[in-house]
């Protein structure tokens, strides 16, 4: 009943800005809270942002701190995350989840996309 769909990754320069898309086109009125998570190749998947549904309150890694935002859309099932300034770093899957219930501090998720490659040139 939950259908997240990434959307906008790509090639950009360093120090270029982007802005990453996630849709929830099935069941949306009970989203509690939503997040963004990065995996790259032989790494284990990292936290990046969570938003709140209710309220819109915010919660970041310190390692993006200033240059992501993570940001609800005017539709009740989008979601997005602009990234600024980004550097070679944060080439990675970009993935989207999605869950019910818990704090925006909560790491855990029910409900994941299919990710959108992001990859920074130097």
């Known amino acids: 009943q939950v259908r997240l769909v990434e959307s906008g990754g790509g090639l950009v320069q360093a120090g270029g800005s982007l802005r990453l898309s996630c849709t929830n086109s099935g069941r949306t009125s009970l989203t509690y809270r939503m997040g963004w998570f990065r995996q790259a190749p032989g790494r284990e998947r990292e936290f990046v942002a969570a938003?709140?549904?209710?309220?819109?309150?915010?919660f970041y890694a310190d390692s993006v701190k200033g240059r992501i935002t993570i940001s609800k859309g005017n539709a009740k099932n989008t979601m997005y995350l602009q990234m600024n300034t980004v550097n070679p770093e944060d080439t990675a899957v970009y993935y989207c989840a999605l869950s019910f219930r818990g704090s925006i501090s909560d790491l855990r998720y029910d409900y994941w996309g299919q990710g959108t490659q992001v990859t920074v040139s130097s």
């Open positions: 938003i709140s549904w209710t309220g819109g309150v915010t």
